[in-house]
């Protein structure tokens, strides 16, 4: 038994971690490797397990057993026939349940983790197109967290715990992304960098997208590329490219600077329209804000945790 897809949407893959110190930065992956680690912490799985990555439009799933579920990333509010699927909670998926998905809040990835684990029948590897019918197997990996959470949850079919949206607004609301240079602009491209307000244009996948705004020059010399997630770009028509997940840099391409890591999660989840504002930052500021970032997800990880620990106890 597995789950199948009775439509694809768009964009729809399995995502995994190989190195979770470096998830946010590789150039392969989730594109919101935030939402894949917050999706199997709350489950108790690996937190290198595969999540599956959708975007708008989502697909529609079928669950052919039951499983645990978690959704983590966009606000996409799923739902079934029978109920409302909430974000950043644990669910109790049944044996012929349908998961769809309304057009989201905010956001445009959504991450779905599985309790024990999945991956593609017939191609582990996730390298697939899909179509419908397209299955996924479940690995029925189970822990002893996760057997006794499929006890808990029978009747009320979802935890009572998550993570509150107010704890995650710090991260994914607002527009304002740090940034540090790889080479040098001139001086009023510098300013105007930090003074327009950027859009994000039609010209966008999870390789990365262009910016409508202020156009922007660099002084002539030679520039220092570093490959890496939230790297920033001038192409030939001087506006901003933003690179997301993508192996090859594009050498057309004059890059200028990177966004900082702890911003990569609410990079991810920009959007055509969206807005972006820039500011520079020092490698001292950058270091006392990652810190934070970093401190912030031990906590919810230790309140994670907690409520672990809480359902196994009952």
């Known amino acids: 038994m597995s789950i199948v897809f009775e439509t694809t949407g768009v964009f729809t893959s399995l995502q ?4 979770v110190a470096h998830a946010a930065t590789s150039l392969s992956g989730p594109c919101d490797s935030l939402a894949h680690i917050l999706g199997n912490a709350l489950l108790g799985n ?3 397990k595969e999540t599956l990555e959708m975007t708008f439009t989502a697909p529609v799933i079928r669950f052919e057993e039951r499983t645990l579920i978690a959704l983590t990333g966009a606000e996409f509010y799923a739902y079934t026939d029978e109920r409302d699927i909430a974000p950043f909670k644990v669910h109790l998926m049944e044996k012929g349940d349908v998961l769809k998905f309304r057009q989201p809040k905010k956001g445009t990835r959504v991450y779905m983790a599985v309790a024990g684990g999945m991956h593609f029948v017939n191609n582990p590897s996730g390298n697939i197109v899909l179509k419908a019918g397209t299955r996924i197997e479940l690995e029925r990996d189970y822990n002893e967290l996760q057997k006794k959470m499929f006890v808990n949850l029978e009747y009320q079919k979802h935890a009572a715990w998550g993570i509150d949206a107010y704890s995650l607004a710090r991260l994914y609301y607002s527009d304002v992304f740090h940034i540090t240079n790889t080479t040098a602009l001139d001086t009023l491209s510098s300013k105007q960098l930090t003074q327009d307000i950027y859009t994000v244009t039609q010209r966008f996948d999870r390789t990365g997208f262009i910016l409508d705004g202020q156009k922007v020059q660099v002084i002539p010399n030679k520039n ?21 997940k993508h192996i090859t840099q594009d050498d057309d391409y004059v890059q200028f600077g990177y966004i900082a890591d702890y ?10 329209g969206s807005k972006l504002l820039f500011k520079w930052v020092d490698q001292e500021e950058m270091t006392r804000q990652k810190e934070s970032y970093e401190n912030w997800i031990k906590t919810v990880m230790h309140q994670i945790a907690f409520q672990h620990n809480i359902e196994l106890s009952k």
């Open 46 to 48: 690996d937190i290198t």
């Open 224 to 244: 220092t590329s570093v490959e890496r997630c939230g790297t920033l770009q001038i192409t030939q028509q001087y506006d901003i490219a933003v690179s997301l």
């Open 263 to 272: 911003h990569l999660a609410k990079l991810s989840q920009k959007k055509p």
């Open 16 to 19: 995994h971690i190989d190195d």
